[in-house]
């Protein structure tokens, strides 16, 4: 049985998410000992010298996005996330968003795990200790959301009902958004995966989560490398006083792409 | 009991036959009240007296059995009274939210929702209801010890009450994670209006609510709902 790692990254205006998927590939690899492939529509060949096999697909947008850490709109190119399964050439497979930092061994053991199909349920911001109570539901009747940034499968039935149920969601998007009560008209992986694990769940919402959570930075944190593994963040807090913190070995979410491609660009 | 609250009661027994077509169920109607129709929540106390079983589930009538309970039996056989604590979102969720509950936790009184009212023939029961008879026929005097701004008391304040007087731990199991009540008020889920069924998506047979499916004693609050 193969094992190996994806990483879809298509470059928009602003974010060169091929050279962070290159960055994290070297991570998955040191970290994890496992292959890595990216899909992307890059062919600088030169950016993808660090996948095992790079997998050509047209960047799929589901819209624009305003990121907070550039202050403009930005094209998102989202949408092609739900045809990895048939895209991937392994048969189990840890897909990873290119902004998921890999800084430990710890998805080893969701490798090792016996389940079809894992992701993550709760956010957790790192500043805080406490869940993204607000980005862990989504609609206007509090969806529980279930995290498409770090997702493993096997090639097995329930992947498949997962993944074709997401590409059901994608397809008929606005009936799924007046469904369920998403006043974004961006479509949204995120919530495509929560739908398709409430269909294949029968909807009972009984799902296999990753038993830990998606420890998230927010885009208005600034973030830096004190050394290889070792991270640095400034943030202001609730009562707005200055923080920092160090931490090391964590695997975690940064969701501000212009600090993290200023780490990669500067490693320390 | 109205005839809305037959009508709901009639539906309650229709989703439990539903999953146990052989189940012992009465629907007590004020015609059937051995003490006569007192008024209301006062009559509660009387279901001890109506019961024509041993053992007892007593279920509020705008509910909806939405899967087999019969393990319920087994959790509550090795009790004499088993009042409900708790309760629960369509998600599945322990609700939060004390809006509904204040006067609960202003007095420090166990969290019971009597929509789930276990006994047995037993003294524990029979103190239990006679209790709670008199909090309900006494209440000018009892009011006296406590924090409740309306004039007539709630059964599950009422059911606190005796809760708390007889020991909770005899009453209530509160590490119990079932069974709860699905509570469809405003506030819990989060609607608009209270009139949740117009404002969710919602199946019948089996009930789901924004497509997720329901489990356990669904409390749709909604009278006329299913009429």
């Known amino acids: ?268 | 009991m109205g005839a809305v609250y037959e009508t709901c009661a009639q539906h309650l027994a229709d989703s439990i036959r539903q999953f146990h077509p052989d189940a012992n169920i009465t629907v007590v109607t004020q015609d059937l009240l051995p003490h006569g129709d007192q008024g209301g929540y006062v009559n509660d106390w009387q279901m001890f007296v109506a019961s024509p079983y041993r053992q007892t589930i007593k279920l509020e009538a705008d509910m909806l059995i939405a899967s087999p309970i019969d393990h319920w039996w087994t959790m509550f056989e090795h009790r004499d009274v088993f009042v409900s604590t708790g309760c629960r979102d369509f998600y599945d969720q322990p609700v939060t939210t004390r809006r509904y509950r204040k006067f609960i936790d202003d007095n420090q009184l166990p969290d019971v929702y009597n929509a789930i009212t276990y006994w047995r023939l037993s003294s524990t029961a029979r103190d239990f209801f006679n209790l709670v008879r008199s909090i309900f026929e006494n209440w000018d005097e009892y009011k006296q010890l406590v924090k409740f701004p309306e004039d007539t008391p709630s059964t599950d304040f009422v059911y606190a009450m005796a809760a708390q007087i007889m020991g909770p731990e005899l009453i209530t199991m509160p590490f119990a994670s079932y069974p709860r009540i699905v509570h469809m008020k405003r506030y819990i889920i989060g609607t608009q209006t209270e009139n949740w069924t117009q404002e969710l998506v919602w199946e019948q047979d089996p009930l789901r609510v924004q497509t997720v499916a329901q489990w356990g004693a669904f409390h749709y609050n909604i009278k006329d709902w299913l009429s």
């Open chain 1, 1 to 268: 049985m193969t094992t190996g790692a994806v990483i879809l990254a298509f470059n928009n205006e602003e974010t060169d998410y091929v050279t962070m998927a290159a960055w994290g590939a070297r991570n998955i690899r040191r970290h994890l000992g496992i292959p890595t492939s990216i899909i992307t529509d890059c062919v600088d060949t030169d950016k993808l010298v660090d996948f095992d096999h790079v997998i050509s697909a047209n960047a799929q947008t589901g819209g624009t996005r305003y990121f907070e850490d550039y202050d403009r709109t930005v094209t998102w190119h989202n949408a092609g996330r739900t045809d990895v399964y048939n895209l991937t050439p392994y048969d189990q497979t840890l897909v990873l968003d290119a902004d998921y930092v890999v800084a430990c061994d710890d998805l080893k053991r969701v490798l090792n795990a016996t389940q079809d199909f894992m992701c993550h349920r709760y956010a957790l911001d790192l500043t805080t200790g406490y869940q993204l109570d607000n980005l862990n539901k989504f609609g206007d009747y509090n969806f529980p959301m279930w995290w498409a940034t770090v997702m493993m499968f096997r090639r097995s039935n329930t992947a498949r009902y997962i993944f074709d149920s997401m590409q059901m969601v994608r397809a008929n998007w606005q009936h799924y958004r007046d469904l369920y009560g998403i006043r974004q008209s961006n479509y949204r992986n995120d919530y495509a995966l929560s739908i398709a694990l409430g269909i294949v769940s029968g909807h009972t919402l009984q799902v296999d989560n990753i038993p830990w959570p998606l420890y998230s930075l927010l885009p208005s944190v600034q973030l830096s490398n004190v050394h290889e593994d070792s991270y640095q963040i400034q943030y202001t807090d609730s009562q707005n006083k200055l923080k920092q913190m160090t931490f090391s070995g964590l695997d975690f979410h940064a969701m501000g792409k212009k600090h993290l491609e200023a780490v990669i660009a500067n490693p320390s």
